[in-house]
């Protein structure tokens, strides 16, 4: 008995030993930095582009969202500058990851008791600020599957050890479902299994897992009632047309904006789209707006800064000198990506309408502090060397 929890001990503690690292001040990854930047410049113009009329009739205030998202980008960008420069990486740490964790999901149990906007608990307000606590929830989970997958690396494929990890994961998107917010808990679902895959667990019980939660979410889906918009808005996919003027009609107008602007687009500022035709044109469907104002050009100059950021977040987490810096590299990288790919496939009509913000883009505060400490904490990773590789 003595012997075998000296060894249960021996391999918890090997599990937790990290290899000897360098910490190179000032050494980030600059394409990746430069890229973040350019995308909050683009968002910056856009949302003023999109938002000035209603800001004006709503707030008698044409800059009123365009200072709203600058005031959260200072905020993300002083978080990302100080991460930046944190030499111990504190946040790979059990008590900040399960202390976040924690924090995270009492947020998003205080939805249920905020007053609902537009139907939905999905914000906490206080003082005269909304917060989202599903887009922290992206964050708290990936560095708890990152801290937790590598204290318990040699048994990651036992039941106990796995069920654990799947009833936080559970727990999270069930909250998070509840809101509701069918797209979001979908995506933390997906990026939660792609971190188990590369952290090590079969993929004979993801598939089981993955299964069971399709069957799940098709049973959710189909007691919905008739009128639920989600339900709607799947419809309206299926079969476009003949929801042309009702649940399609946003798709619609989306499409009619990207298609109206050409190669190059009918010119900043000149969108007609944008004027109470497209609903959340400065938010779910800015995209759209980038599309008629910029064309097919800048349509693809900001795709082309995503594949940008994408390649960089991948470098990064390759690089990265132990497997829960690789792990948050890796789940921090394909979030931001796949909300991405996700908000660009909706305007173009190539999946169903969902709430789903372009990263950096989009106007929202919540959004854009949240993505920019998942850039903060990147830059430092990609700081962080095996001590071996700089003394080469």
Not at 31 to 54: D, N, R
Not at 178 to 184: A, H, I, L, Q
Not at 226 to 234: E, F, G, L, T, V
Not at 357 to 381: D, E, Q, W
Request: proline residues 4%; charged residues 15%; aromatic residues 12%.
């Amino acid at each position: 008995m003595r012997s075998q929890t000296t060894g249960q001990a021996a391999r918890k503690g090997a599990s937790m030993t990290r290899p000897k690292e360098t910490f190179r001040i000032g050494g980030f990854d600059k394409p990746l930095f430069f890229t973040t930047l350019a995308l909050l410049f683009v968002g910056f113009i856009m949302v003023f582009s999109a938002s000035a009329l209603p800001a004006a009739e709503r707030y008698q205030h044409p800059f009123y969202f365009l200072i709203q998202q600058i005031t959260g980008a200072v905020v993300g960008l002083g978080a990302m500058v100080a991460l930046i420069y944190l030499k111990p990486a504190i946040y790979l740490e059990s008590k900040v990851v399960y202390g976040l964790l924690a924090l995270t999901l009492l947020l998003l149990s205080l939805c249920f008791i905020m007053p609902p906007v537009n139907g939905t608990n999905r914000w906490v307000m206080a003082f005269g600020l909304r917060f989202q606590p599903s887009e922290l929830a992206k964050l708290s989970l990936i560095l708890f599957l990152a801290n937790y997958l590598e204290r318990n690396r040699e048994r990651l494929n036992e039941a106990k050890c796995l069920l654990a990890c799947l009833g936080v994961i559970g727990l999270v998107v069930l909250l998070i479902l509840r809101e509701p917010d069918f797209g979001t808990s979908v995506l933390i679902l997906f990026i939660s299994f792609l971190i188990l895959f590369v952290g090590g667990v079969k993929i004979r019980y993801l598939g089981a897992i993955a299964g069971l939660a399709l069957a799940l979410f098709i049973v959710y889906f189909q007691q919905l009632p008739r009128d639920d918009y989600r339900r709607q808005r799947w419809e309206a996919f299926l079969a476009p047309e003949e929801h042309r003027d009702r649940t399609g009609f946003q798709v619609a107008q989306s499409k009619l904006a990207v298609g109206s602007g050409g190669w190059v687009g009918v010119g900043l500022g000149e969108s007609t789209q944008k004027l109470y035709f497209l609903p959340c044109a400065h938010t779910d469907f800015i995209y759209a707006i980038i599309g008629e104002e910029f064309g097919l050009l800048g349509t693809f100059s900001v795709l082309a800064l995503y594949f940008l950021l994408f390649w960089r977040g991948l470098k990064v987490a390759r690089h990265a000198p132990s497997l829960s810096q690789k792990l948050t590299g890796y789940g921090l990288t394909l979030i931001l990506c796949s909300q991405a790919l996700l908000n660009i496939s909706i305007v173009l009509a190539l999946g169903p309408t969902k709430g789903v913000p372009l990263p950096f883009v989009s106007y929202g505060r919540s959004a854009l502090i949240c993505n920019l400490v998942a850039i903060g904490l990147l830059l430092n990773i990609s700081q962080r060397k095996p001590l071996n590789e700089f003394s080469k």
